[in-house]
T-cell receptor, first 114, second 114 residues
Framework: EPEVTQTPSHQVTQMGQEVILRCVPI?????FYWYRQILGQKVEFLVS????????KSEIFDDQFSVERPDGSNFTLKIRSTKLEDSAMYFC????????????FGPGTRLTVL | AQSVTQLGSHVSVSEGALVLLRCNYS??????LFWYVQYPNQGLQLLLK??????LVKGINGFEAEFKKSETSFHLTKPSAHMSDAAEYFC????????????FGGGTRVLVKP
């Protein structure tokens, strides 16, 4: 069964460093998403992406964040200068076309900012 | 804007007993509703979804949920809990289409006692 994959599973970085979180969505999906879950808190929407552009973003997704689909398979989230409060689990999701289609989630990347 | 409230951050049930997880939503337009399950160290897996067809929705692993518009609720039930049901459960809503951004509730962690 096709699945969304994410790498790395755990990333530790120093405050101020740049990180790139990688996702491989399901191959025939066209809509892509990033969510995050700070420990003990709700899963929060960050950004959605379709047709090579951002379709919606939350107030969390400020200028420090960017997304990219560099090739036909990967979907990345970059944080330019990490802050302590960026420590969270980051989930990638994708979905196919059709209004009834749900999002499929990857296993997540745990980001720890020291 | 839509929102989701899950009553009870922790629920403890005995093996074989009824599982009932409560979810109430707020939306100005007809919603799409979802229940996701998260097992330890794993991503979010879709249990079931409501997309304006039947109000009683059956999902995987014996779970079902009923959409009640008058009560703005989408409670999740399972007649007989199994040890493998121990996980965290998230209710989520999207509007406009099932694939639009998800707004999650705070989650309910289920403990199953032998």
């Amino acid at each position: 069964e096709p699945e969304v994959t994410q790498t790395p599973s755990h990333q530790v970085t120093q405050m101020g460093q740049e990180v790139i979180l990688r996702c491989v969505p399901i191959s025939n999906h066209l809509y892509f998403y990033w969510y995050r879950q700070i420990l003990g808190q709700k899963v929060e929407f960050l950004v959605s992406f379709y047709n090579n552009e951002i379709s919606e973003k939350s107030e969390i997704f400020d200028d420090q964040f960017s997304v990219e689909r560099p090739d036909g398979s990967n979907f990345t989230l970059k944080i330019r200068s990490t802050k302590l409060e960026d420590s969270a689990m980051y989930f990638c999701a994708s979905r196919g076309t059709g209004s009834g289609n749900e999002q499929f989630f990857g296993p997540g990347t745990r980001l720890t900012v020291l | 804007a839509q929102s989701v409230t899950q009553l009870g951050s922790h629920v403890s049930v005995s093996e074989g007993a009824l599982v009932l997880l409560r979810c109430n939503y707020s939306s100005s337009v007809p919603p799409y509703l979802f229940w996701y399950v998260q097992y330890p160290n794993q991503g979010l897996q879709l249990l079931l979804k409501y997309t304006s067809a039947a109000t009683l929705v059956k999902g995987i692993n014996g779970f079902e949920a009923e959409f009640k518009k008058s009560e703005t609720s989408f409670h999740l039930t399972k007649p007989s809990a199994h040890m493998s049901d121990a996980a965290e459960y998230f209710c989520a809503v999207s509007i406009g289409a099932a694939g639009n951004k998800l707004t999650f509730g705070g989650g309910t962690r289920v403990l199953v006692k032998p």
